[in-house]
Every structure is written in C-alpha cells, then in structure tokens.
C-alpha cells in the first residue's frame, strides 16, 4: 500500500508550477475560494466568469479534467446535502412538484448557485493539490498566519499516517501469510478484529519516533534540508488580484 496515487501529477512541469511556489500557490487557492463563497447571490455572470479562470488553471497546470473531476466528486456530497433542503424548505412559487414534495424556483436557484460556488472553490483547491507535493504543501503553510501548533499538528499527522499505512500493510501481509486461501469473508473478519491492535501498533511506534525527534532537537518545527526556491510573487499578485476583481464584478452585477 502506498500513497503515490496522492501525487501522481505533483511532479509535472507546467506553467504554474514553474511561475509560483508551494506557499503561493495555497494563497491563489485560497483567494479563488474565498472569491466563490463571498460571490453575492445572482452575480451569475461573475461565477461564469470565475469558472472560466480556474478552467485556464487547470490548463496551465497540465491537469487531466478527470483528475479535477475526481477530487471535486469526492467533496460535492458534503454540499449536496444541504442543497438539496434548499428546494422543499425556501418558500416562493412552485417549479415543479416531485412526489409529495413542492420544488420552489427560489430554492432550486438558491441550490444551484451553492452547488456552483462550492464545485469552483473546490476545484481551486484541487487544482493546488494535484501539482502540489503533500510535503511542500506542508512546507507551504509557513507562508500563512496560522498557529505554530496547528502547522505542526499537520505535519506530523500526515506522517502518522504514513506510519499507520505501513502498520497496515504489515499486519494485512501477516493475516494473509496465516490464512493462505481463506474466503475473502474469514479475511475481512481478521482484519476488523485486528483494527485495535492494528492501531496501538502504530501509536506506540509513532510515540518512539516522537522521542526520537525530540532526542535529535525537535522543537515543534521539522528541519528543512533543501530549502523552496524563491519565486518572485509578481504572477501570485495578478492571480489572486484577478480572482478579487471578478469578486467584485459580482457585486457590481447584483447592485
């Protein structure tokens, strides 16, 4: 087991990867998100306008759209649910009625432009990510005004993740070394009965390694062997003040 899968396109060259760093690149994401969920309600033609931005991100980063496609499907459903209440729950005249349920027009509007607001900002972040190694993304939280503790909590749960893929793999190659050719049903049950070993495993191998850290001058901050190239923030500028005029384009538009 691995995770390679996680950076699969980290490692392309592309135009956005050669003009920004790590930590540029989280503050265009977070500016293209922050431009989707503050967009006022109606701006239509602002979202259509930030659509098209991100979709030339995506370009210039050399990404597949089923790779984007992909990470968006996977956080859509956490705002599908809420929009779908939208609907049933906004009052205003009926669109169309589905079984015992009355769809307002307000409601389906007001849920296709949540729907539209969280696919852009999600797809901003994506994009970030697929070109973006997990280790310079961690490394690229430097850059932010976050908590020393939060950017180390991050850091080291990454690596303890790590750690529990690896005791993963080894307690799956041991259950199947002693089962030989059990049903795929016997092997799923020593698996779960194994989750709880499987777990103090990893805790107590990643409390060694911690003492480890701290005996080698850990301090809440993980060394840095080879430093991030420094890139002048001349293009992160134009993205994100790109991202702040269509912002408020948007507002224009509704007033």
Known sequence: MGFAHLDRY???????TFHTSP????WIALAAAFA???MPAGAWRALAALGIAIALGVRSARLPVSAVARRVGQALPFFLLPALALPISVPGPTAFELGPFALSEPGLLRAAEILA??????????????ITRATDLLRGLDGLPLPRLVKSSLSLGYRYVYLLN???DRTARAIRSRMGDASRLRLWRARASTLAHLFLRAHDRGT???AAMLSRGYRDKLPVLQPAATVSP???LAIAGLFAVIWLAGLMEVT
């Open 208 to 210: 060694r390694i911690h």
């Open 23 to 26: 930590s540029q690149r989280i």
């Open 234 to 236: 001349a293009w992160t």
């Open 36 to 38: 989707a969920g503050l």
């Open 10 to 16: 980290a490692g392309r060259e592309s135009w956005l």
């Open 166 to 168: 690896d005791e993963l």
């Open 117 to 130: 607001r969280a696919t852009l900002a999600v797809s901003a972040v994506a994009v970030v990510i697929s």
